[in-house]
C-alpha cells in the first residue's frame, strides 16, 4: 500500500512538473482539456486574498497559510495555496479574488470598503460556511476582524450574476467548503455547554455553602433562609464579586443563634473548600451532559450542510452548464492542532460531524458525470498518521507562531516569515491549528491533479 501511495504521488508531482497533461504521446505536455477560466468557490482554504487589506495587509497576510514568497529561504514556502497550484498546471492566469474588503473595526485597521473585482473568480472566503452567512471571524460572532464570510450559496450566485446566468461550459470549477459549518456549531456547542455547567456549578456552590454554614445553628432551616437571602441580594449588588458573595453567606450565618462559630476563617475555610469541590464536580457533569445530550444536532447539521452542498452544485453549477466541477470533500478536521487539543469525546464528535458531511456529499454527488469528488479526508488522514512518505516532518504543531506578541491575531492569516517558530518548518503540515503550510496545499493541489488525471480532465 505505502508503495502505491508513493508511485501516485510521483506521477501526481510529475503531473504539476510539467507544463502540461497526459498526451498520448511520450513527452507530449497537451492537456486533454483546455480550460478557458479557474472559478472557485468555498473559504479560507481556498481563499486567494479577500482580505488582505487594510492591517491585515500591513502585517504581510492575506491568505490562511504560510504568506509571501520565501522561496530563496527554503523551496517549500511558496505562499501559495491549492488553488493558485492547480490554475498555474492548467496553464491558466493566477486567480484573483472576487471580492475583498472588511467589515470590522476601524480603530485596529480591520474596516475596508468592500470591493468587488470584475473578471475574478476566486470566491473562496475565509469563515465561509455553506448556506449560513455568519462564519468564524464575522463581526456578527463578535469578531473585530470583520471577515465577510459570504457563504458558498451567495457565492455561486454572484458568480452566475456576473456572467448572464449560467457557466460556459469550459471552466474549471473548484469547490470545497464545510470546515467553518463544523468548527462554529463546535465553538456554539462549548459555549453553551460552558454556560450550562456555570450555572449548574454556581448552584451547586450555594447550595453546599447554605447548608454547611446552617447546620450548626440552632434552627438549620430558619438559618438557611437568611443566609440564601444575604447571598442573593449580594448576587444581585453591582460590582459584586464570588467572594463577596460567600463572604455575605458567612456573615449572615455567624448571627444565627448557635452558629457564631462559623466566623472563624479555621471553620468556614473547609466548608468553602468542600463548596467549591461540589461546584466543580456539578458543573462538569452539566456541562458533558449538555455537550453530550446536543452532539447529535450537530452531526444532523453537518449532514445538512453537505446535502446543501450537493444539491448546489448539482442545481447551480452544473444545472446551470458547468461540465468540469472539482468538489472536495472535508478533510480529517479532527487530527488537526485544534482537533487534538480536544477531549476524546469531542475528537469523536468531530469525526461523526465530518463523517455525516461527507456521506451527504458522497451520496448527493454519486453518479455525476460531470463532478469529480476528491476524498481529501483519506489523504489527509493517512498523511496524519503516516506523514513520512508525503514528506511530512511535523503533524501535530503548528508553523506559526502564533503568541499575541508575534502574531495579533492567532492565525495564518498573518502569518509569513517574520513570524515562524524557530528552525525548519517548511514541511510541516499546518500553519496554525487548522489551516496547511503552502507544502501541505502543494500535496493537495498533487492530489486533485492525480484525481483529474484519472477522470481524464487533465
Request: charged fraction near 10%; hydrophobic fraction near 45%.
Amino acid at each position: 500500500m505505502r508503495h502505491t501511495k508513493l508511485a501516485l504521488a510521483a506521477m501526481a508531482l510529475a503531473v504539476l512538473a510539467g507544463c502540461g497533461g497526459s498526451g498520448s504521446a511520450p513527452g507530449n505536455q497537451t492537456l486533454k482539456v483546455q480550460y478557458s477560466a479557474q472559478v472557485t468557490f468555498g473559504d479560507s482554504l481556498s481563499d486567494i486574498g479577500t482580505y488582505a487589506v487594510g492591517t491585515v495587509k500591513a502585517l504581510g497576510g492575506g491568505k490562511f497559510t504560510i504568506n509571501g514568497n520565501n522561496t530563496a529561504v527554503n523551496p517549500a514556502l511558496t505562499g501559495r495555496n491549492w488553488t493558485e497550484l492547480v490554475a498555474a498546471q492548467l496553464g491558466l492566469p493566477a486567480p484573483c479574488p472576487a471580492q475583498t474588503g472588511l467589515d470590522g473595526d476601524a480603530s485596529q485597521g480591520f474596516s475596508v470598503q468592500v470591493e468587488n473585482h470584475p473578471g475574478c473568480y476566486g470566491y473562496a472566503q475565509g469563515g465561509a460556511r455553506v448556506t449560513d452567512p455568519v462564519g468564524p471571524g464575522n463581526k456578527l460572532t463578535g469578531s473585530p476582524l470583520g471577515s465577510m464570510t459570504v457563504p458558498v450559496v451567495t457565492q455561486v450566485a454572484n458568480h452566475l450574476a456576473a456572467t448572464g446566468g449560467k457557466f460556459k461550459g469550459d471552466e474549471i470549477v473548484l469547490v470545497m467548503a464545510g470546515g467553518n459549518d463544523v468548527l462554529i456549531r463546535l465553538d456554539q456547542l462549548a459555549a453553551a455547554a460552558t454556560a450550562a455547567g456555570t450555572a449548574a456549578g454556581a448552584n451547586a456552590y450555594a447550595t453546599s455553602l447554605v447548608g454547611q454554614l446552617a447546620a450548626g445553628a440552632t434552627d438549620p432551616q430558619s438559618a438557611a433562609q437568611a443566609i440564601s437571602v444575604a447571598m442573593a441580594t449580594e448576587a444581585a449588588r453591582p460590582g459584586h464579586t464570588d467572594a463577596s458573595v460567600t463572604q455575605a453567606a458567612i456573615g449572615a450565618a455567624a448571627v444565627q443563634l448557635g452558629d457564631s462559630a462559623v466566623a472563624s476563617p479555621a471553620v468556614y475555610g473547609p466548608m468553602v473548600a468542600k463548596a467549591q469541590a461540589d461546584a466543580a464536580a456539578a458543573g462538569a457533569k452539566a456541562g458533558a451532559d449538555y455537550a453530550a445530550a446536543h452532539g447529535p444536532e450537530l452531526i444532523a447539521a453537518l449532514g445538512q450542510a453537505g446535502t446543501e452542498l450537493a444539491a448546489l452544485v448539482k442545481s447551480q453549477i452544473v444545472g446551470k452548464g458547468a461540465n468540469y466541477v472539482v468538489v472536495n470533500n472535508l478533510p480529517d478536521v479532527a487530527s488537526s492542532p485544534s482537533g487534538r487539543s480536544q477531549g476524546a469525546t469531542t475528537q469523536a464528535l468531530i469525526n461523526a460531524m465530518v463523517g455525516a458531511f461527507n456521506t451527504a456529499l458522497s451520496n448527493n454527488l454519486a453518479g455525476e458525470a460531470k463532478v469529480l469528488l476528491v476524498d481529501v479526508f483519506a489523504v489527509s488522514h493517512d498523511e496524519a498518521i503516516n506523514p513520512g512518505p508525503y514528506g511530512l516532518t511535523n503533524v501535530t504543531d503548528t508553523a506559526c507562531d502564533l503568541s499575541p506578541a508575534r502574531n495579533p491575531l492567532g492565525s495564518s492569516l498573518v502569518c509569513n516569515a517574520s513570524n515562524l517558530k524557530a528552525g525548519d518548518v517548511s514541511h510541516y503540515f499546518f500553519a496554525d491549528d487548522v489551516h496547511p503550510t503552502p507544502f501541505t496545499n502543494l500535496l493537495l493541489a498533487r492530489y486533485v491533479a492525480e484525481k483529474m488525471v484519472i477522470k481524464g480532465w487533465l
